[in-house]
C-alpha cells in the first residue's frame, strides 16, 4: 500500500497526488514514470512522475480522469492508499545542453513535460516552453513552466485564455522567426504530438515525442506497449517512452490505442453507475491492508 | 539388504509389474474447455496408495538421479505406501519446497518418470501425481503453526524474483538460518507460476499457499520493487546490508517473429496474452479491469509447441474461442511442451497443424488481424538443437482467417539488470554468466541460476539451480572465501 500524503485537484478532471513512495522518490530522473494499481481488481497504468523529493521520500503525478482506472484514482483523496506503485520505469530524458530548446505541453501532458523543461534550464538549455489547453481552466502548471522558462506562450483551443489556436501555430511562429530551435520536446495528446512532428519534420527539427502506450507489467516482459519505430517493434517501457518523434509510426501508435475501447467504455459507464460501490470496496481493502489483513 | 526385505509393500515384485497405473481422475474435456478449474482433480488416499504400491523398490533408483534437485522418490513413495502422507511430504520437502507446484507442472516424463523400470513394462509409476497428492495432503491436515525456525545467522541474502529458482533458493537458505528477502517486480508473487501459467494447470491458490508457508518459514517478500530500475544489485549490497544476492527473474523479453503484420490489432505474445488472463484476471472482466479481446465464436491460434503455446491456445479455448489452432513448424515428436499438456489440448478440441511456419499476418486495412499466411515445411537435417530442421515447401503458402494469434516462440534475456550491474558477465546472448555447479556469476557474492542464465526452461531446472545456488551461497556465507575459477 502506497499512502497518498496530499490530493488536490488543480484543474477540471485533473488532481494532483503527492504519494509517500521512498524507493521511487530516490531514484526517479525527469521522464520516467510509475505503473500504478488502485485495488485487487484493478488493471496497472502508466503514469509519468511529475516530480520526487527524495529527502521527503515523496513522489508527484498528476493525472486526468478519462477512464474507469483515472477516473476511480481521481476520487481518491488525502489519506487513501493506491495498492500497488512501481517504478521509476522507462529511460529518463536525455539532458544536456542542447543549446535552444522548445518544450510543449499538450493538457495534462504539461505535467509531464515540466520536469524535463525543469532539467533542460539547469543542464543550461534556453527554454522556451508551449503550453497548450482545450480551454481556460484546463491550462495548468502555468506557472511552475514559467519558473523554468526562458520565455513562456499559452495557447487555449477556444480562446478564453491566452490566445487562441493551438501549439503548432506558436511552433511555427517561432520557425517562421528564424529562432533557433536545437531541440523540441512536445508531450501531450498523440494528435497534438504528431501535428508537432509534422511540423518540425519539414524542417529538420530533431523533436522528441513521450509516447504512453498502453502498458501491462512495463519491464519488457510483455511486449503490449510495442511500437513501429523506424518499420521495427521497441517497447515504450524499456526502449522507451522518449522516442525521436521522426521515427514513430503515429498510425500503428493510434490503432495499438484503440484496441479496447469497447471494453474501456463498458468499465467507464459501470465506474459511472457504481461510483460509490467501487470506492467502498476500495476503502474496505485499505482499512484490510492496515489490520495486516493484504497479502 | 535388498530393498524387498524391509518393503512394507504387500504386492510380491512380480505381481507390481503387471499393475496398470492409476488414471488421474480430471474434469471431463467437453466440460473443463469452458471454464478456469484444474483439469486434473487429485488422487484420493486409496488411489495413491495402489500407484504406490507400484513401485519396484531399485536399489539403484533411476528416478532419483534424473530429478534435477534430487527428490528421493523411492523412500517418499514407501512412506505413502506405508501410509505416512506427511512423512513422504516433509522427506520430498527435504530436496524441493514447492511440492504442489512440481506435482502439476514438471515435465515427469523428462525426469524422475522417464527411466522408471515400470515404464520399460507397462507405464512408469505415476511419481508426479503421487508427490502432487501428499503436497496437497500436506496442505490440508498439517499443523502450520510447527513450521519451525532456525536461529538466525546474522547474514542477509536478497533474492531478485519470485519464480520457481528463487523460491527454492529462498526456502533453502531460510533453512540454514539466513535473513531471505525476495524482491518481485509485480504485484504478485511467483513469477512464471503466477503470470505464465493458467488456473486450470496450476491454481493460483496453490502458490499462494507455498508462499504462506515460506513465510512462516521466515522468508520476507517486497513486491514493486524491479531490480535494475527501483533499486541496483549493487546498492541492495553496499546501502542495504545484503552479504549475497541471488538473481532469479526469468528469460524475460518476448521473441516476435519479424513478419509483417506482427503489429496488428489482435497480435499478442504469448507473455502479455498469459499476462493478462493469468496476472490480471482478465477472463474476469469486468469484475478485474484488465480487458481481453471479445473472440468468441472467432479462430484464435497459437504459434509454436511448447508449454506455453499450449497454455495460451487453452485459454483462448476456455475464452470461448470458436476455433483454436496451435500451429507448429515441426512435427509433433518435436513438440517441446508436456505429453499430458498435448494429450488434453487435443481431447479439449484444439486443432494441431504441425509443419506449418506463418510468412505474413493478414489486416482488414484498419489494422485489425483477419488471418494468417503460412507455409508447410518438412523436416530436413538436423539442427544445432539436434532436431530435424523445418524447411519451407516451394509453393504450399495457405491462409488461416483469425481474429487473434498469439505468438509464442520463446524468450530473450531481458537486460534490466545486466546493464546496470557494472562487472556481471554475460554471453553473447546476453544472458548472465553463471557456473554451471555453483551459480557463481563474475561478481562476488552475486549468484544467478534459472532461465536468465539458460534461456527458456522448465520450472524443475530453475528450481535445480535455485538449489545449487543455495548450497553455495551458504558456503560462501559462512567460510566467506569465492573460489574464482577462470571460467566462473
Keep these: 500500500m502506497f499512502k497518498i500524503l496530499h490530493a488536490e485537484f488543480i484543474a477540471p478532471g485533473i488532481k494532483r497526488f503527492v504519494i509517500d513512495a521512498p524507493r521511487i522518490a530516490r531514484k526517479q530522473r525527469p521522464g520516467q514514470f510509475v505503473i500504478l494499481r488502485i485495488y485487487e481488481e484493478g488493471e496497472r497504468i502508466p503514469i509519468t512522475i511529475e516530480k520526487s523529493e527524495p529527502a521527503h521520500g515523496t513522489i508527484s503525478i498528476v493525472v486526468q480522469s478519462v477512464g474507469k482506472t483515472t477516473h476511480l484514482l481521481n476520487a481518491l483523496e488525502t489519506g487513501d492508499s493506491i495498492r500497488d506503485v512501481v517504478g521509476p520505469l522507462g529511460n529518463p530524458s536525455e539532458i544536456k545542453k542542447f543549446g535552444s530548446v522548445v518544450v510543449i505541453g499538450g493538457g495534462v501532458g504539461t505535467a509531464m513535460a515540466y520536469p524535463t523543461a525543469a532539467a533542460l534550464k539547469t543542464a543550461g538549455n534556453r527554454v522556451i516552453s508551449i503550453i497548450g489547453a482545450r480551454t481556460r481552466e484546463l491550462v495548468i502548471l502555468e506557472t511552475e513552466m514559467r519558473g523554468v522558462s526562458d520565455e513562456v506562450q499559452v495557447t487555449t483551443d477556444d480562446g478564453s485564455y491566452a490566445e487562441k489556436g493551438f501549439v503548432t501555430d506558436k511552433l511555427r511562429a517561432l520557425i517562421q522567426a528564424g529562432k533557433q530551435i536545437d531541440l523540441v520536446l512536445a508531450i501531450g495528446p498523440i494528435p497534438m504530438m504528431r501535428a508537432v512532428a509534422e511540423v518540425t519534420g519539414k524542417v529538420n527539427i530533431r523533436t522528441i515525442v513521450s509516447l504512453n502506450p498502453i502498458m501491462i507489467d512495463g519491464t519488457g516482459m510483455c511486449g503490449g506497449c510495442r511500437v513501429l519505430v523506424d518499420g521495427k517493434s521497441e517497447f515504450a517501457c524499456v526502449d522507451g517512452p522518449e522516442f525521436d518523434a521522426s521515427r514513430i509510426n503515429f498510425d500503428v501508435l493510434v490503432q495499438r490505442n484503440a484496441m479496447y475501447r469497447a471494453a474501456e467504455q463498458k468499465s467507464l459507464e459501470e465506474f459511472q453507475r457504481e461510483r460509490d460501490a467501487l470506492l467502498a470496496k476500495v476503502h474496505v481493502e485499505q482499512a484490510c491492508a492496515l489490520q495486516g489483513g493484504g497479502r | ?52 504400491q507400484r513401485c519396484l523398490e531399485c536399489a539403484k533408483p533411476v528416478c532419483i538421479k534424473d530429478c534435477p534437485v534430487g527428490v528421493k522418490v523411492k523412500e517418499f513413495v ?200 493469468n ?210
Design chain 2, 1 to 52: 539388504m535388498s530393498p524387498a526385505a524391509k518393503s512394507l509393500n504387500p504386492v510380491p515384485i512380480k505381481e507390481r509389474m503387471k499393475l496398470p497405473r492409476q488414471t488421474m481422475l480430471e474434469q471431463p474435456a467437453l466440460l473443463r474447455a469452458r471454464n478456469f478449474k484444474e483439469v486434473n482433480l487429485g488422487y484420493s488416499e486409496d488411489l495413491a496408495r495402489a500407484e504406490a
Design chain 2, 279 to 488: 496476472l490480471m484476471h482478465a477472463y474476469e472482466f469486468p469484475k478485474f479491469d484488465e480487458p481481453m479481446l471479445d473472440f468468441r465464436g472467432q479462430n484464435v491460434a497459437v504459434i509454436g509447441g511448447g508449454n506455453t503455446a499450449l497454455d495460451a491456445i487453452r485459454s483462448a479455448q476456455r475464452l470461448g474461442a470458436g476455433k483454436a489452432y496451435v500451429l507448429y513448424r515441426r512435427s509433433e515428436a518435436e513438440m517441446p511442451a508436456r505429453k499430458e499438456e498435448v494429450k488434453h489440448a487435443k481431447e479439449e478440441g484444439i486443432e494441431f497443424h504441425m509443419l506449418t511456419a506463418p510468412v505474413e499476418f493478414l489486416s482488414d486495412g484498419k489494422g485489425w488481424l483477419t488471418g494468417v499466411r503460412s507455409m508447410r515445411m518438412q523436416l530436413g537435417d538436423p539442427d544445432a538443437s539436434g532436431r530435424r530442421r523445418p524447411v519451407p515447401i516451394e509453393g504450399s503458402e495457405f491462409e488461416i482467417p483469425l481474429s487473434v494469434a498469439v505468438i509464442a516462440i520463446g524468450t530473450s534475456a531481458n537486460p534490466l539488470i545486466q546493464s546496470t550491474t557494472p562487472g556481471l558477465a554475460t554471453n553473447k546472448r546476453n544472458y548472465i554468466e553463471a557456473n554451471p555447479e555453483t551459480q557463481r556469476t563474475s561478481r562476488k557474492g552475486v549468484f544467478a541460476g534459472g532461465d536468465i542464465v539458460t534461456g527458456s526452461a522448465t520450472v524443475i531446472l530453475a528450481m535445480g539451480a535455485g538449489r545449487r545456488a543455495a548450497k553455495s551461497i551458504h558456503e560462501y556465507l559462512t567460510t566467506g572465501t569465492w573460489h574464482q575459477s577462470t571460467h566462473l
Design chain 2, 78 to 277: 514407501q512412506l505413502i505406501v506405508a501410509g505416512d502422507y506427511l512423512a513422504a511430504a516433509a522427506k520430498i520437502r527435504e530436496d524441493n519446497v514447492l511440492p504442489a507446484i512440481t506435482g502439476r507442472v514438471c515435465p515427469q516424463e523428462d525426469h524422475c518418470e522417464g527411466g522408471c523400470l515400470m515404464g520399460k513394462k507397462v507405464q512408469p509409476v505415476g511419481i508426479g501425481y503421487l508427490e502432487r497428492f501428499v503436497a496437497d495432503y500436506e496442505q490440508k491436515h498439517m499443523d502450520h503453526s510447527a513450521i519451525r525456525r532456525v536461529p538466525p545467522t546474522g547474514k542477509k541474502v536478497a533474492i531478485v524474483g519470485s519464480g520457481p529458482s528463487c523460491l527454492t533458493a529462498a526456502g533453502d537458505l531460510v533453512q540454514k538460518g539466513h535473513q531471505v528477502r525476495v524482491f518481485e517486480a509485480l504485484h504478485e508473487l511467483g513469477g512464471v507460476l503466477v503470470y505464465g501459467i493458467p488456473e486450470f494447470r496450476l491454481p493460483k491458490q496453490i502458490i499462494r499457499e507455498q508462499i504462506d508457508y515460506m513465510r512462516q518459514m521466515g522468508v520476507e517478500f517486497e513486491t514493486n520493487v524491479v531490480v535494475g530500475k527501483t533499486i541496483t544489485i549493487d546498492e541492495l549490497m553496499q546501502e542495504e546490508g545484503y552479504d549475497a544476492v541471488f538473481i532469479g527473474t526469468g528469460a524475460g523479453a518476448p521473441q516476435f517473429m519479424g513478419i509483417p503484420g506482427e503489429h496488428l490489432n489482435g497480435v499478442y505474445s504469448a507473455n502479455e496474452f498469459l499476462t493478462r488472463i
